[in-house]
């Protein structure tokens, strides 16, 4: 396991502050030239930001640390999904301070930290959560993950406020049907009237996240036209059968061919209108894992990683072994042989690096965009 205490390590860092500085004194002295004078404070901000968050990523891919943390707040919830071995209260529940969630991610300097559970909104110290994590001016990027049912206009604000860069809000149907398959009726047309009401707002930091499965497979499309509707991005993650040990979600051999045909459809989709968030590596992935059942060469440990309620640490969060360093993670990802998922945190941190640079360039370069728009 690399030491980031080690000399290549802080020359890294060093290194990574030294490009930064030149890179906002250049944006600055530049600064009509790029961007419209109306924002021209939050855009500058925006700028150096994303320049340190692509510079943190190549020094973190390069020194072997985490590209995304997954930090699990909670494991109760307030659903009950088909596709989730969570679900209801957890009694006596040890937790990490707010405090205690800072300094990790201080000490791990992931790219991205994703906050989870469970459902995160079931803490009530969410928001000194998010402060203690976030950067103003660095990384990391920081996601919130949620079923949406106790989001609200107020909730979003005050979290947009305390640092979270964008909200992952699930959605796998585009209509009732995910009220039954999560477990809280009336979540579908709640999550719809949250979307609209945002739309006013001068950014609207939502990406709608949808599980690729058996039963949803051919609504896709359906779910990015939704998507573009709304507003907002939309992510496709594959389901996973290892957390409930039920296979019938899986996509059955009889289906590929259809999925591989709709998995086109996105891609061209994603060309033309720019609001769906998969990688085309990621795509092109998803129907040889559903076709094998796996997927080998997982760098949970390395690349992703989870920090429990706790603050041990996990490779991942289907895994449910616990850590206390990062010697003892490496040491399990030297070991594992598992491959039985494609979730969105391992398909977006296993990217080649040129899939990571030029998929974060080209998000930069559409948010840039629509910031101007807003403008």
Same mark, same amino acid.
């Given at each position: 396991m ?5 000399p ?5 860092d ?11 004194r ?8 790029f ?9 500058m901000?925006?700028?150096?930001r994303n320049w ?9 891919y390069?020194?072997h640390r985490p ?15 088909r596709h989730c071995h969570l679900?209801?209260?957890?009694a ?6 707010p405090?205690e969630?800072g ?9 991205v930290?994703?906050?989870?559970g469970?459902e995160?909104?079931l803490?009530k110290?969410?928001?000194?959560i ?6 103003p001016e660095?990384?990391?990027f ?6 949406g049912?106790?989001?609200?206009r ?7 406020a ?19 398959f999560?477990?809280i009726?009336?979540?579908f047309r709640k999550?719809?009237s ?6 006013p707002l001068d ?15 051919k609504?896709?499309l359906? /779910?990015? !036209? &939704?998507a ?8 496709? *993650?594959? #389901?996973t059968?290892? +957390?409930t ?5 899986m ?8 999925l ?5 459809e996105?891609m ?8 769906i968030?998969?990688s ?9 894992y ?6 080998p060469n997982?760098q949970a440990?390395r690349r ?18 616990y850590?206390s360093? /990062?010697e !003892? &993670? ?9 491959? *039985?998922? #494609?979730?969105?945190i +391992? ?13 974060n ?5 559409k948010?840039?965009k ?6």
């Amino acid at each position: 396991m690399a030491d980031f205490s080690h000399p290549f390590c802080r020359r890294f860092d060093h290194a990574e502050n030294a490009l930064y500085f030149l890179a906002s004194r250049k944006a600055s002295l530049s600064t009509t030239s790029f961007f419209r004078l109306g924002a021209k404070g939050r855009t500058m901000n925006r700028f150096k930001r994303n320049w340190r968050l692509l510079l943190r990523g190549i020094g973190n891919y390069l020194t072997h640390r985490p590209l995304c943390i997954s930090f699990e707040v909670t494991y109760a919830c307030n659903a009950r999904c088909r596709h989730c071995h969570l679900g209801g209260p957890v009694a006596n529940e040890t937790r990490a301070s707010p405090a205690e969630f800072g300094k990790i991610s201080q000490w791990l300097r992931p790219v991205v930290a994703q906050i989870s559970g469970g459902e995160p909104l079931l803490r009530k110290d969410l928001e000194e959560i998010v402060r203690a994590i976030h950067r103003p001016e660095g990384p990391p990027f920081i996601v919130v993950t949620t079923n949406g049912a106790l989001l609200n206009r107020k909730r979003y604000e005050s979290l947009r406020a305390a640092g979270v860069d964008e909200f992952s809000l699930s959605l796998d149907y585009p209509d009732e049907r995910h009220d039954d398959f999560r477990g809280i009726p009336g979540l579908f047309r709640k999550i719809e009237s949250l979307v609209r009401e945002l739309a006013p707002l001068d950014e609207k930091a939502i990406t709608l996240s949808c599980v690729i499965q058996n039963d949803n497979f051919k609504d896709l499309l359906r /779910l990015a !036209e &939704l998507a573009r509707n709304w507003g907002v991005r939309i992510n496709f *993650s594959t #389901y996973t059968w290892m +957390r409930t040990n039920d296979r019938s979600f899986m996509i059955q051999p009889e289906n590929l061919q259809a999925l591989r045909k709709i998995i086109s459809e996105l891609m061209e989709f994603k060309k033309k209108y720019g609001t769906i968030y998969t990688s085309d590596y990621v795509f092109h992935l998803m129907p040889e894992y559903f076709e094998k059942g796996e997927l080998p060469n997982c760098q949970a440990g390395r690349r992703f990683f989870i920090v429990n309620p706790d603050g041990r640490l996990s490779p991942c969060g289907l895994i449910l072994k616990y850590y206390s360093s /990062l010697e !003892e &993670l490496e040491a399990f990802r030297k070991e594992n042989t598992c491959g *039985s998922c #494609y979730t969105s945190i +391992r398909a977006g941190t296993e990217r080649p690096p040129r899939y990571l640079l030029f998929d974060n360039i080209n998000l930069f370069r559409k948010r840039k965009k629509e910031h101007a728009f807003r403008s």
